[in-house]
């Protein structure tokens, strides 16, 4: 029984054990919502001595709830609040509570809050009072809360109207009146206004709409426009800067005091507005009747009405601009030199007047129905059904057909567009161009006649319009820039042509005289830009262009390229010599042209005249060796001759089946005494060697050059120059690798090769080698190589190039091998001539007495009947009479009246199959391009000899 009862006990220690357990839970859990809740919470005791609170109530009090730990609850309250915390005291007296009550309470810095309190009596288990339970929260932040947002509301409410009115205006004036007076209510301002422009540039302002009350009319009412002073200005740029609302009174303010009292504006309020097309306006509210201090929350909505009425004016504003411009368009369409149709199906739909006029119907009327097809000609038809069909949009060519039928050049151009906004048509321009064909014709026939004067002409020309855009450019100057007419023509003459160092200067320069602001100057010098990218010096004459009624159009200017002569200033004595040289060079080119015919014709009569008394004389004769000597110095003359005209271009090669081991041989002292002392020469021939057919001269030129710039490349140390000879069977794969333009046909070659153990050269070096005046010596002419590579092509061999930095160089240069067939063939060729003799009737011109008379001796002695011209229309006469009995014709190329080309043409209108040699100093090539896929049977090269002038007589009449 004792051990029952004492498990029943301890049964019962544990379940208090527990429940005080669970209450101590439960009442920390409750502790910890208390002390986190969002609301104050305190209690003291019934001498107000506090003896807890949770944090929100000692926040709000400015202390933690440590501190206010043992502190009496009147720490609170103060002396002027007395009777509140007497009145609330009694009611919980009374009621042990009072619930729901306001109360200022003091906080630790001494500031003042309002506080809602419920307070309760709380009893011990005997009934009697022992702590006083308080429950508060700071309404101030609630009021603050709750004011805000009401005036929020307020604020949505005003947006809410004035997005009503701005969604009911129908036009912009409309939108505006309607606004100025809402927002005039909505402020009770005493007016309401909009100006315009906010343009501080602008020279005037006004104020085209208002709304106001009836005693405080403003300048609208009196329709005053007002200048744009400095105070003005000052506050439309403050407006635009700062882009935002601006409140100002006459106390202090920055808009103008005469203003301000001329309307008795004592407060106001503005913004700017800003619609994307035109100028800002001005939108503000003045304040006449009181000083107003406008408030935070009016300028926010005054900043928001601003933004709306700018989105919903940009709106307005665009919209009328669209339906504007629908109306010019409409108007333009009417009006346009253009006929324009829209088409459906191929079917039109709509036309304005000019598509009736251009294809001959009365009025749009009539054109609206057809079908494309009937005002496109058949030959046009497939390409515009097919363009239309496809949708191509950009403008082409085709041939309109009018009512009557007749045709007529026409510009079509088609866009697919949204009709209407239902479907898509064919929106289609058509422009006749039959004027514009017409005035182009004459304009290219004008336009080619001067295009070919200023091609012959030596000099460049070229024309710039008022922007300085090429509009023509000659032969000349594509030659001098380097660059073909396409890539000149259309381009800025300053930015691509003219120095970048100058480019400023000349420009303007150029742009004072188009204006008229500069006196022309007819001689200007400035330097361009070549194609190559280097600068070339022109001595510029200028001539302004003008229209028929005396407008600016541009300039035109003429120049000769004088960067050799300023160069030769510029680079004193060692470049002087290179610049003379060349001008050497393209004068004797000049010359040798000029003098050919003169000075071959008196070679001519010297050479025939000792030819014809040689073969009269027998070699005993005391005169025969001074007739030697006279031919002997001719030919030299006419050798040299022969030379310069070679080095023109136009010259011929003395050309025979000549041994390369023998050449060399020839120049080899020279060569020897050409180079430095310290270089040695070592020779490598090759036994058998095959003939070449060349000019022994031109050779000998070739090898003298190689072994020039290998001396050079050698410098002044010396080494070692080697001249081999070989010869090579050279396929296509090999000669596509050498340096000349047309690949030589594979074969058997003999070549020339030039080796140094000099510095070498680089792959840069190597590619500009062959280019005229190019020289890696600075005292070098750079013509060497290029003469070299000229006479190579000429014979129709190649150059091969072998060369690295500090290895040396070797040239190898190839000519096409001679077979033993053709040197026999030659050698009978010359034998059987010895025998020949001519027959038949020749007719000899010439405008030359000496030539026809040496000529007609040289003929006679052949055998042949001569007949003689003194120049070409003689010579025509002569072969209408005779052209039946004249066996061939011995023709001189220049001559006065008709020259050999004319002569040519006219004796072929006689007698198509006649046979002509043509004489000149000229060589083959130059004369035959004159001919155009016509050249003459043969040609004789001035001055000739018996032997030559029987040669090619024998051919041509042996054929």
């Not at 009350?213 to 005053?224: L, T, V």
């Amino acid at each position: 029984m004792k051990e029952n009862a004492k498990t029943l006990e301890m049964a019962k220690l544990r379940k208090q054990i527990e429940d005080q357990s669970a209450l101590l839970a439960d009442y920390s859990r409750f502790k910890d919502i208390v002390d986190h809740a969002d609301h104050g919470h305190a209690i003291f005791d019934m001498d107000g001595r506090i003896v807890y609170t949770n944090e929100y109530f000692a926040r709000i009090h400015g202390y933690t709830p440590e501190e206010l730990e043992s502190r009496n609850f009147s720490v609170f309250h103060t002396d002027k609040h007395f009777i509140k915390t007497a009145e609330v005291t009694r009611a919980v007296e009374e009621n042990g509570e009072c619930s729901n009550y306001e109360i200022v309470h003091t906080r630790r810095d001494g500031s003042e809050f309002t506080i809602r309190m419920s307070v309760r009596i709380l009893n011990d288990e005997n009934g009697v009072p022992e702590f006083v339970s308080a429950y508060g929260i700071d309404i101030d932040d609630w009021k603050l809360n709750q004011k805000t947002n009401e005036l929020h509301v307020k604020f949505l409410k005003n947006l809410n109207l004035i997005d009503t009115v701005l969604r009911k205006s129908v036009t912009v004036d409309q939108m505006m009146s309607d606004v100025l007076q809402v927002v005039l209510d909505m402020y009770q301002a005493d007016r309401a206004w909009l100006l315009f422009p906010c343009d501080p540039d602008a020279e005037q302002w006004s104020v085209p709409m208002e709304c106001v009350r009836p005693e405080y009319p403003g300048a609208e009412s009196i329709g005053q426009i007002f200048p744009m002073t400095a105070e003005v200005k000052e506050l439309f740029q403050t407006l635009l800067e700062k882009d935002d609302v601006v409140t100002i009174d006459s106390r202090n303010s920055i808009a103008p005091d005469d203003i301000n009292k001329q309307f008795s504006t004592r407060s106001q309020i503005m913004a700017p507005i800003r619609p994307r097309t035109g100028s800002p306006w001005v939108f503000g509210l003045h304040q006449c009747s009181y000083f107003r201090q406008w408030t935070t929350e009016e300028i926010d909505l005054f900043r928001e009405i601003s933004h709306r009425i700018s989105d919903s004016l940009s709106t307005m504003l665009l919209v009328r601009d669209l339906r504007e411009s629908e109306e010019k368009l409409r108007y333009l369409a009417d009006t346009s030199m253009e006929a324009i149709f829209f088409t459906r199906n191929m079917i039109c739909m709509e036309a304005n007047q000019m598509a009736a006029n251009m294809f001959g119907w009365n009025s749009p009327a009539e054109f609206i129905g057809k079908v494309v097809s009937d005002v496109i000609a058949p030959e046009s038809w497939k390409m515009v059904e097919k363009n239309l069909i496809n949708q191509f949009d950009e403008p082409y060519e085709a041939v309109g057909m009018r009512r009557d039928g007749s045709r007529f050049p026409i510009i079509v151009h088609s866009k697919s567009i949204l009709y209407k906004k239902q479907y898509k048509v064919q929106a289609t321009s058509v422009v006749d161009i039959s004027r514009q064909r017409e005035t182009e014709d004459l304009l290219r026939q004008a336009r080619k006649r001067a295009e070919r004067y200023l091609n012959i002409a030596n000099a460049m020309f070229v024309a710039l319009d008022t922007e300085g855009i090429v509009t023509l450019v000659n032969k000349k100057s594509q030659e001098i820039l380097g660059r073909d007419k396409q890539d000149i023509v259309g381009k800025n003459w300053f930015n691509n042509f003219v120095s970048e160092s100058i480019r400023d200067q000349v420009r303007e320069v150029f742009q004072e005289l188009i204006n008229g602001n500069l006196e022309l100057v007819e001689y200007y010098e400035n330097p361009i830009i070549a194609g190559d990218g280097t600068e070339r010096l022109i001595a510029w004459h200028n001539a302004i262009i003008t229209d028929s009624s005396g407008r600016v159009t541009g300039l035109l200017s003429s120049g000769q390229d004088i960067t050799v002569y300023r160069k030769a200033q510029e680079e004193r004595l060692s470049l002087k010599k290179q610049v003379l040289h060349a001008q050497k060079l393209e004068s004797l080119g000049i010359l040798a042209g000029g003098i050919a015919h003169d000075f071959n014709n008196i070679l001519m009569a010297i050479l025939g005249n000792a030819d014809l008394a040689l073969m009269k004389m027998v070699a005993e004769n005391p005169a025969y060796d001074n007739m030697k000597a006279i031919e002997t110095s001719a030919k030299r003359a006419a050798d040299l001759a022969r030379q310069m005209l070679a080095y023109s271009g136009k010259g011929k090669f003395l050309v025979e089946a000549i041994n390369l081991n023998h050449a060399v041989d020839e120049i080899t002292h020279m060569l020897e005494v050409s180079i430095s002392k310290k270089t040695s020469m070592e020779f490598h021939y090759s036994d058998d060697l095959p003939l070449i057919e060349a000019d022994a001269t031109q050779v000998r030129q070739i090898i003298m050059n190689l072994v020039t710039n290998a001396s050079d490349a050698l410098g002044k140390t010396g080494g070692i120059i080697s001249i081999t000879t070989g010869t090579m069977n050279c396929d296509e794969s090999y000669l596509s690798s050498t340096y000349v333009d047309e690949i030589p046909p594979p074969g058997q070659y003999v070549y020339l090769e030039v080796t140094d153990t000099g510095c070498g050269m680089s792959r840069e070096t190597i590619s500009r080698m062959f280019e005229p005046f190019f020289s890696t010596k600075f005292t070098g002419r750079g013509l060497g190589l290029s003469a070299v590579l000229g006479i190579v092509k000429g014979h129709g061999g190649t150059i091969n190039v072998y060369s690295e930095p500090g290895t040396g160089t070797s040239i190898k240069v190839l000519f096409p091998a001679l077979t033993e067939s053709q040197v026999q063939s030659s050698d009978k060729t010359e034998i059987s001539q010895a025998a020949w003799t001519g027959y038949g009737t020749i007719l000899l011109v010439d405008d030359e007495e000496t030539i026809l008379s040496v000529g007609e001796q040289m003929l006679k002695h052949m055998g042949f009947d001569v007949l003689t011209a003194y120049d070409g229309e003689q010579a025509v006469n002569i072969y209408k009479k005779f052209s039946d009995s004249i066996t061939l014709v011995i023709l001189d190329f220049i001559m006065p009246r008709l020259d050999g080309e004319e002569t040519l043409r006219e004796l072929r209108h006689i007698k198509e199959d006649v046979k002509v040699v043509m004489c000149s100093g000229y060589n083959a090539r130059e004369i035959n391009r004159s001919f155009e896929g016509k050249p003459p049977a043969g040609f004789l090269h001035k001055p000739y000899i018996f032997s030559e002038l029987k040669s090619v007589l024998q051919q041509l009449i042996n054929r």
